[in-house]
């Protein structure tokens, strides 16, 4: 869900996250992994944008995750194999608190090798900066405020005066679902209007994932009971060749 709201935003407020993470307001297009060979890694939280000059690298995570600095080489040097005359700056954003150390490694060392990267703690940054910018909105209250509320309170605002009722539904949505991370629902529904939520297309893709992610856990509970494919996909909808991958996924397990 998180993954999917970071990625919507940075795809279609590119601009905004070039400013904010490069300095300069720069046209980025989404680079696709599969054009790195980045298929059979953990691409879901991966997002990459280029320029004719650049490719900027966003990770966001909501909580540590020691494999990050090891990904950041590997993502390098994939994007080194295919662009040798590309700047790339590299980010990891974190978008929950934590006291981890992990969340404070910029680098991966290995022997002689040592790789940097840039991380961004969304509660250390001053929430007025994401307020500058549509793209930046969702993020103000996950920064740093004594008041989260006021601050997301200042995002409705905000989102209110945006002319165009798409974007306008798209940023609702998007900030309700990341200010979930700090906020409880009662306050969030309070706060930004739930009628425009609904109308965007970030709200209606996650509930379909949602969906279908509570279908295949079913699904994968029916087959460990031993219950046939065919019975499977008829009694959650899903297709013959999703039930067979999941099966595929239970026999492998077992054999691990």
Not at 122 to 130: A, G, H, I, S, T
Not at 175 to 181: R, Y
Request: charged share 25%.
């Amino acid at each position: 869900m998180y993954d999917d709201t970071c990625r919507f935003l940075a795809e279609n407020f590119s601009a905004d996250f070039a400013s904010w993470l490069l300095g300069k307001s720069i046209a980025l297009t989404e680079l696709k992994p599969s054009e790195l060979s980045l298929e059979p890694i953990r691409t879901d939280a991966l997002i990459l944008l280029e320029s004719d000059e650049s490719v900027l690298h966003l990770e966001f995570q909501t909580r540590p995750d020691p494999d990050i600095p090891f990904r950041m080489l590997d993502y390098r040097a994939r994007v080194y194999r295919r662009y040798r005359d590309k700047m790339m700056r590299q980010v990891v954003i974190y978008l929950k608190q934590t006291g981890s150390d992990l969340v404070q490694q910029t680098s991966f060392t290995l022997e002689r090798t040592r790789h940097d990267f840039d991380v961004v703690r969304l509660w250390e940054q001053p929430d007025d900066l994401f307020l500058q910018s549509p793209g930046l909105l969702p993020f103000a209250a996950l920064g740093q405020t004594p008041n989260p509320g006021a601050t997301l309170s200042q995002v409705a605002q905000a989102i209110d005066r945006i002319s165009d009722p798409t974007v306008q539904a798209n940023l609702t949505a998007a900030s309700a679902i990341l200010a979930g991370l700090r906020l409880e629902d009662e306050v969030i529904h309070r706060l930004l209007r739930r009628d425009i939520m609904q109308e965007s297309s970030v709200y209606r893709s996650i509930q379909k994932e949602a969906e279908t992610k509570t279908k295949r856990e079913i699904a994968l509970n029916l087959l460990r009971e031993d219950f046939s494919i065919e019975a499977v996909a008829r009694g959650t909808n899903l297709s013959i060749d999703e039930v067979q991958q999941l099966q595929q996924q239970i026999n492998e397990s077992s054999q691990n």
